[in-house]
């Protein structure tokens, strides 16, 4: 039985840690406050967006799969939230974390405690068959719809009556009836309980003989105690392992369904705010085209609790991105709305845009400047050229890699140089970059490039700023030549 | 005739060393050790490796059967061989003795059934191994006789009667099936008739939820002893179904308790010696580490080892390791080594001594080729930890344990001089490192000295440099490099990126990787 809510024909690992430092990433595009609004407290829902989020589809198709579970998700978020509930009955039950495995208590206390959990299981998976009975024509999605179909195909009554009469009859154990063979040394060995069928079982002619234990004969005692231990002891561990079966279904099934209601809630709220949403249309890792409208930073949004101006862009063919312009202009939150959109989209989400199109990347890599002060300069920028190295392990072709500010920690001629190599290499190899810079030496090595996009931040003739981001080139503020004048040939 | 895979024959045998000179801490010989020995702790192989050998013609026996098993797949056929017959060995000696009262107080069917597992496991070791050896060719003079010796022993008539009736026996038991029926204070033996199994049926409802993860929730019990009383009872029960088999089990028992070949056992003890040194450094070769057979002699013509590394440093750090090399040619024979701290000077100096070691137990060592000296000790002077409280006393016990390594020394002792008078003087440690030196030139020995002062290094024809090299790109890394010249050094600065790789020519070749 595979629950099959995130990939058509895959399981969903939420501990899977492919990604490199994706602590580091989430910081850098406050991914945090995203999570959060998504997951309205439950920590499995933050586990299970945050993981989709870093595990990023590879396929037009993959996404379009879970697109298409979101949108059904959005539609039928009132039913999507009652089998979320269902499955957390199950989830939240005290007995139902795997402890009770390692527990030290006596062997008869775990046995009935397995025997009370499966019990508890077979409840939930009779309520269950009633939702998906309730729902056979509800959903429209594969996901969802297939998901309904599957479980009425391996559930019937049927299963929930025998698999409750099994139950009885393990709770009857003060004589139980081992069957054994002889191993090494000749003892007793690979016990296995069965069934006490009682005709005929307990006629004096299939007894060979009985050996009673004397009262004062505690070695005995202990030893007949100590075989029923071994054969509830192998009991338990396959008690252990239909518990775990179902324990790893239910986990499976309550993760695939935290990521919708991760997304159910987040759609929510920036309706609330009033800021558009769009399931955006993603092109094969080949394409190198990009173009959004509206597109805002969605962490900015949940903090000032209304909606704020969006960017627009439409290019062709780039593969690098520089982006200069004033402080404050809004280029980092710039670099944030894109970071967000990108590992949204890559997961199958909605992004905070009016519409977004984009290719897709093997993986996104960070490299913002650290605001610690603590590095005196030159250690600065070894801690950044160290953290460039890392991620230079790490990345393939087909990468995205957004810098922001980086390399500054020095003059800007051998820091414009540093970070003018690093960049070349990168887009030679097929890595596409989006850079947040000061730097003009650095963005003037690339003024000739066709497949160089500059963006600016805007300011007003005023000097008020725009916080749009525009295409523009950048501009060399020459102060030296004013100075100059000032000194030398207006001196005062 | 085949005597022992350690020595030759019974004449050329000598007595291992049980304990530790002070030297081998010095020259992490003792974690050396240690290491190797760690994981087969029951063969008491420390003991071998305590015990070098002066003798070409041993250590070229013993060579010569190291390069037989350097092949992993005889290594696997001993390894397991050796391991299986120890333990059966020692479990068969526990009963031995117990096994003549057998019978006198009530039948203890548990001690018989330890007799025919032991000749089980023994019978199929040995036919597994004359199968595996048949139509393999050792070049070793040891692992041939060897085999040929398990040939003989396998087709002996002895042998393979209880092989046979071991065999036979076996199945019957295996064929033994029944149900105990445990009640609070009896239990019954009941004969099995078909009875259902709960785990299948639990199994069989469940198994859909699987989402394909498999691990098995054993839960280990803590150990009960179970009742012989009882287990014996039990099986006097089943002893009426299978009345046939448990009779026949009680002549097995009669006939068979001591049968093992004293010269194989000894084999599966002493194999071990070479299969532990050949799994120790297996990682260290499949990190690109070298390992070579060095020619040994007792003359101070020529003794070299190129690409020699420090096994115990590599051990732990084997990508990183640097390899060095070492060359002395008459009249050539101490050498000096000087430069900056950290540089890998002293691990150099363990590098050359653990060679020399390892050389005269008949082993691969490390490095790609070697001529290693027969030392008859080792000989090692340490400088302690500088202490200025103490700087005097320390001083008067540096010469005193000098004076005291002289007195035991001889022209065929390896001796390793390391940082010592560090707690004095320039001027007094230049004055004192004279004298050792003149001292040590007329004994004769071979020597590695390491030290700070420089003017040790030029001190005559006997005297050879070398230096640890500094990295002129990376003034604060360490190469861990050691070179033969004058003692000198000096640093460059290098570019950030270039450090870090990141110029756009390392860069692009990373990316390309």
């Known amino acids: 039985m595979k629950v099959n809510l995130m990939y058509r024909d895959k399981h969903f690992d939420v501990n899977s840690d492919q990604y490199y430092d994706s602590d580091a990433i989430a910081f850098d595009v406050e991914l945090k406050k995203i999570v959060d609004v998504m997951s309205r407290g439950d920590k499995e829902i933050a586990k299970a967006c945050t993981a989709a989020m870093f595990t990023p589809l590879q396929t037009v198709e993959d996404i379009k799969y879970r697109q298409d579970n979101v949108n059904d998700a959005l539609k039928h978020a009132d039913l999507v939230r009652k089998l979320y509930d269902i499955v957390l009955q199950v989830q939240d039950k005290p007995e139902n974390s795997m402890h009770w495995l390692s527990s030290s208590s006596n062997i008869a206390n775990i046995f009935s405690h397995g025997v009370n959990l499966l019990k508890v299981y077979i409840e939930t998976i009779a309520a269950m068959l009633k939702y998906a009975e309730d729902n056979k024509k509800t959903f429209t999605s594969d996901g969802f719809s297939g998901f309904v179909k599957m479980f009425l195909s391996e559930i019937d009554g049927k299963f929930v009556d025998e698999a409750k009469s099994h139950l009885k009859d393990l709770r009857d154990q003060d004589d139980m009836l081992i069957r054994a063979k002889l191993g090494p040394f000749n003892r007793c060995t690979g016990y296995v309980l069965v069934k006490k069928e009682k005709r005929g079982l307990f006629s004096r002619s299939k007894i060979v003989d009985t050996l009673t234990i004397k009262d004062d004969d505690i070695a005995g005692g202990s030893d007949l105690a100590a075989r029923q231990e071994i054969a509830l002891n192998e009991t338990v561990t396959v008690l252990a392992q239909v518990a775990k079966h179902l324990y790893s279904f239910f986990t499976a099934l309550r993760y695939e369904l935290a990521f919708y209601i991760g997304a159910i809630n987040l759609a929510e709220k920036l309706k609330e705010y009033g800021a558009p949403i769009c399931i955006p249309e993603m092109l094969p890792i080949t394409k190198w085209d990009r173009s959004w409208r509206g597109l805002y930073d969605v962490s900015l949004v949940i903090t000032k609790s209304a909606a704020v101006t969006g960017n627009e862009l439409d290019t062709k063919d780039k593969y690098l991105y520089i982006i200069t312009g004033a402080n404050q202009g809004g280029k980092s939150t710039f670099l944030r709305s894109f970071g967000q959109a990108q590992l949204m989209a890559q997961s199958g989400l909605f992004v905070g845009a009016e519409q977004y199109k984009a290719p897709i990347r093997n993986s996104m890599y960070t490299h913002f400047k650290r605001e610690e002060d603590a590095f005196i300069r030159s ?31 020095t003059n800007e001629r051998e820091g414009s140089e540093i970070h003018r190599q690093i960049v070349q290499a990168l887009i030679e190899n097929g890595v596409e970059v989006f850079a947040v810079s000061h730097q003009y030496t650095f963005a003037a090595a690339f003024l000739e490039d066709k497949k160089t996009q500059f963006l600016r931040a805007g300011r007003l003739e005023d000097g008020a700023r725009t916080f749009k981001i525009t295409p523009g080139v950048p501009l060399e503020t020459a102060y030296g030549e004013d100075i100059y004048q000032e000194l030398f040939v207006n001196r005062k | ?37 760690f994981n087969k702790k029951v063969y008491g192989l420390p003991d071998f490796y305590r015990s070098p050998i002066d003798d070409p013609e041993i250590i070229e026996y013993r060579q010569a059967i190291a390069r037989d098993l350097e092949s992993v797949e005889v290594q696997q056929i001993f390894n397991h061989f050796s391991e299986t017959l120890f333990n059966v060995e020692m479990t068969m000696s526990g009963i031995r003795g117990q096994l003549a009262y057998d019978d006198k107080f009530g039948i203890d069917y548990l001690m018989r059934g330890r007799v025919i597992d032991c000749a089980e496991w023994y019978c199929h070791e040995i036919n597994t191994l004359a199968v595996q050896l048949a139509n393999r060719s050792f070049q070793s003079e040891g692992l041939r006789a060897f085999a040929e010796y398990i040939k003989t022993y396998v087709a002996s008539p002895e042998f393979q009667e209880v092989s046979a009736h071991s065999t036979r026996l076996r199945q019957k038991l295996l064929e033994v099936d029944f149900c105990l029926l445990v009640r609070y204070k009896s239990v019954s033996v009941v004969e099995y008739d078909g009875q259902k199994d709960y785990a299948k049926l639990l199994t069989e409802s469940f198994s859909r939820f699987n989402q394909g993860e498999n691990s098995t929730y054993k839960r280990v019990l803590p150990e009960r002893a179970s009742s012989d009383k009882v287990e014996n009872a039990i099986l006097g029960m089943v002893a009426r179904i299978y009345k046939e088999t448990f009779d026949d089990l009680a002549v097995f028992c009669k006939k068979y308790s001591d049968f093992f070949d004293r010269a194989i056992i000894r084999f599966s003890r002493e194999v071990q010696f070479y299969i532990s ?20 002699t007792h003359s101070l013509d020529r003794v070299y080892g190129y690409d020699v590394f420090n096994m115990v440093i590599a051990r732990d750090e084997a990508s990183k390791i640097v390899l060095n090399d070492y060359e002395l040619n008459v009249p050539e024979r101490i050498i000096v080594i000087t430069g900056p701290n950290q540089g890998g000077k002293t691990t150099f100096a363990r590098a050359f001594a653990q060679t020399h070691y390892i050389g005269s137990l008949g082993l691969p060592v490390p490095g790609r080729e070697a001529e290693l000296f027969l030392f008859d000790k080792i000989l090692t002077h340490f400088g302690r930890e500088e ?39 320039l001027s007094d440690a230049i004055v004192l490192g004279e004298h050792m030196m003149d001292k040590l030139v007329k004994l004769g020995a071979p020597v590695i000295c390491v030290t700070f002062i420089d003017e040790m290094a030029q001190h005559g024809a006997e005297t050879v440099s070398m230096v640890g090299v500094v990295n002129q790109e990376d003034p604060g890394a360490r190469t861990y490099k050691i070179v033969r010249r004058p003692p000198d050094g000096r640093a460059y600065a290098e570019s950030i990126a270039g450090k870090y790789k990141l110029t756009y020519a390392q860069l692009s070749g990373r990316l390309k990787k």
């Open chain 1, 379 to 409: 250690g600065k920028l070894e801690e950044e050229m160290a953290r460039m190295s890392t991620i230079a392990d790490h990345i393939t072709p087909g990468s995205l890699m957004i810098f922001n500010e980086s390399f500054a920690a």
């Open chain 2, 1 to 37: 005739m085949f005597y022992s895979v350690m020595f030759p024959s019974a004449a050329k045998e000598r007595p291992l060393e049980t304990t530790e000179p002070e030297s081998f801490k010095d020259l992490y010989l003792d974690q050396l050790i240690n290491w190797v020995s």
């Open chain 2, 277 to 296: 040194w050949h799994e120790t450094i297996k990682e260290l070769k499949d990190a690109g580490l070298p390992f070579c057979y060095p020619k040994v």
């Open chain 2, 387 to 425: 202490d200025i409280e103490t700087q005097n006393g320390q001083l008067r016990d540096d010469l005193l344990r000098l004076r005291n390594l002289l007195d035991q020394a001889t022209p065929r002792s390896l001796i390793i001089v390391n940082e010592v008078f560090a707690s004095t003087t």
